[in-house]
Structure formats: structure tokens, C-alpha cells
């Protein structure tokens, strides 16, 4: 069993920047996978960015160039900085790990306003 908690998110104004964090407990040594996940209103969930055991990112096309994903030494945290942010990044964006199972987080609020 792995628990995620994320934090970070809320309100920012178009072109601003904010940063999600997510930690990571339990089974934490059987992570192949974390990364993040978003989900705006009517929309179908999808992938914003990923980074394996090995450290091999993934970046959806729509953020290349904006957000970056990382993590700490101990590869319990995943951290996603979002930069030059859109209206159309709102959604609530979800922390997930892979093991031999999917875990996701509850899931943060991020708005951008115009």
C-alpha cells in the first residue's frame, strides 16, 4: 500500500507560477512510477508529467517548457513547478503512483485566472 498526500495548488493569475508537492508513505520502495494527473470539469483524466524509479521524465506536449517534475533524494517526494500558467491548466491535478497497483492522492485545485 502506498499513501499519497499532495499540497500546493490554488488561485494564480495567468503567467504566474505555483508548485505541487506530493509525499509519499507505506510501500514506498515499490514505486516504478510517480508523477501527476489532471482533471478539468467534463474532461477526461490525463497525464501531465511522470518520472520513473531511474529517473526517465515524461512531460505532456501541452506543458513542455513550463512544468518541470522532480524529487527529493529519498524519492518519497515528487514536487511539479508550473510556470507561465494558462486558464486552461485549471483542473484539480492528482498525485499518482505505480507499483503493482495505482495509487492516487486526493487530488489540489489548481485555478488560473485570466
Known amino acids: 500500500q502506498v499513501q499519497l498526500v499532495e499540497s500546493g495548488g490554488g488561485l494564480v493569475q495567468t503567467g504566474g507560477s505555483t508548485r505541487l508537492s506530493c509525499v509519499a508513505s507505506?510501500?514506498?520502495?515499490?514505486?516504478?512510477?510517480m508523477g501527476w494527473y489532471r482533471q478539468s470539469p467534463g474532461a477526461q483524466r490525463e497525464l501531465v508529467a511522470s518520472?520513473?524509479?531511474?529517473?526517465?521524465?515524461n512531460l505532456a506536449a501541452s506543458v513542455l517548457g513550463r512544468f518541470t517534475i522532480s524529487r527529493d533524494n529519498l524519492k518519497t517526494t515528487v514536487y511539479l513547478t508550473m510556470n507561465s500558467l494558462k486558464p486552461e491548466d485549471t483542473a484539480v491535478y492528482y498525485c499518482?503512483?505505480?507499483?503493482?497497483?495505482?495509487?492516487w492522492g486526493q487530488g489540489t485545485q489548481v485555478t488560473v485566472s485570466s
Open positions: 507505506g510501500s514506498v520502495g515499490l514505486i516504478e512510477v
Open positions: 499518482h503512483a505505480a507499483t503493482y497497483s495505482d495509487y
Open positions: 518520472i520513473t524509479r531511474r529517473g526517465s521524465i
